[in-house]
Each structure stands twice: as C-alpha cells, then as structure tokens.
C-alpha cells in the first residue's frame, strides 16, 4: 500500500515502524475507550485501555508495517450489549478510530509547519518522520472509514440502514477478512488497478487534508 522496500531499512525502522504502531496503537486505544465512556468495560478488564504498544501488537500486522508500510493492531474488545443502544453505540465507537488518526496527522502537521518555519539542519532530520506521520494517519482513517464489513465504516453505515438491511449487513463480519480482501486485492487484480477503491479514497484523503493544512 505505501510500499518501501527492504533496501532502506533504517528508515523502515526508525521511522516506519514506530509511528505506525503509534498510529495503530491510538486507533484501537480510541475504540476502547469510547466504548468504555457508553458504559462497556470489555476493553478496560482486557488491559487495552493503555497506550502502551506492547498491549495492541499484532506480530502480523507489525510485519505488514515493515513490508508494505500499512499494518494494524489487535481489535479492542467490545460489547455492545452494554450500550443504551448498540448500534448507535457502535457507530461512536467505530468513529472514534478514524477520527483519532486525524487529529494525530494534524499534530504532526503542525509540527511539520512548524519545523518548516525553523528549519535548521538539526529540524530538518525530522521531516521523512512528521512526513510518515501524517500519511499513515489520513490513510489509516481513510482506509477504516471504507463501508466494507470488518472496517469501521461498515459499523457507521448500519447504524443508518434499516433494522433488517443492517442485520443482514452485520452478517458479513462472519466471513472475517474476505470482504476486505476482495476490496483490497482482488477487484483491483480483476480490473487491471482500474478499480482500485482504497487507493482512491486514500488519495482524497490526502489530497484534502494537505489543502485544509497547507
């Protein structure tokens, strides 16, 4: 997705590595704790509520990281049986993953504009981090926010179909991964990349969070 390639590892590992399971680790910490704040205390007995990487790593999605530069963490755990109302309650949870890899980027946006105003050899060394740190966030969000089943978008979308079209929808999480490796792998392979959804959403996203930023 954001290839790199192993031929420059430093910068895959002291860069690519560490902001990426920063930007992960801050998505799912996010998701536990609104959950938490509509009265699930799944993710808080689970130890998730911590911002520490080590409670969110998965070795897979870390590796992905490294190899492709796009990777996640462990899903936070969530009971929406604890909810006033769960698909409400699940739709503000859902968001609150996207919506905190925003205002990450926009941290290290204003860094970045920052480190531009003062730039100095010392400053500059900071750029290809500030760089990452924004893209893996917009990315992170964009991707998330595709109404595909596991993503978060899907979560939002069933919150406003109805009551039996959502059911029918949530139903596609029984099938794991394969929606979001159709979308990801396999339309993009059929089409020849004339299709290619996450990639364009990804472009938007970017493309509108630099207008809005710079």
Do not use: Q
């Amino acid at each position: 997705m954001l290839g790199f390639g192993l031929d420059n590892l430093p910068y895959l590992l002291l860069v690519v590595l560490p902001v990426g399971i920063m930007a992960v680790t801050i998505h799912e910490v996010s998701h536990g704790y609104v959950a938490w704040k509509l009265g699930d205390p799944t993710a808080h007995y689970a130890g998730r509520l911590t911002l520490n990487p080590i409670a969110h790593i998965d070795p897979i999605g870390a590796l992905m990281l490294v190899l492709v530069g796009f990777g996640w963490a462990k899903p936070v755990p969530v009971n929406p049986g604890y909810f006033k109302n769960p698909r409400r309650g699940m739709m503000w949870v859902a968001l609150a993953g996207p919506v905190s890899n925003i205002l990450f980027a926009v941290v290290f946006a204003l860094v970045l504009k920052a480190v531009f105003a003062f730039s100095s050899e010392y400053t500059a060394a900071l750029f290809p981090l500030l760089r990452f740190g924004i893209v893996i966030n917009v990315v992170l969000a964009a991707f998330n926010m595709v109404p595909v089943p596991p993503l978060d978008g899907s979560r939002v979308l069933a919150n406003f179909l109805p009551y039996h079209a959502s059911r029918r929808f949530d139903e596609l999480e029984h099938y794991g991964l394969i929606p979001v490796a159709v979308v990801l792998f396999l339309l993009p392979w059929a089409t020849n990349g004339r299709i290619d959804i996450v990639r364009s959403v990804s472009r938007w996203a970017l493309t509108l969070f630099s207008r809005l930023m710079f």
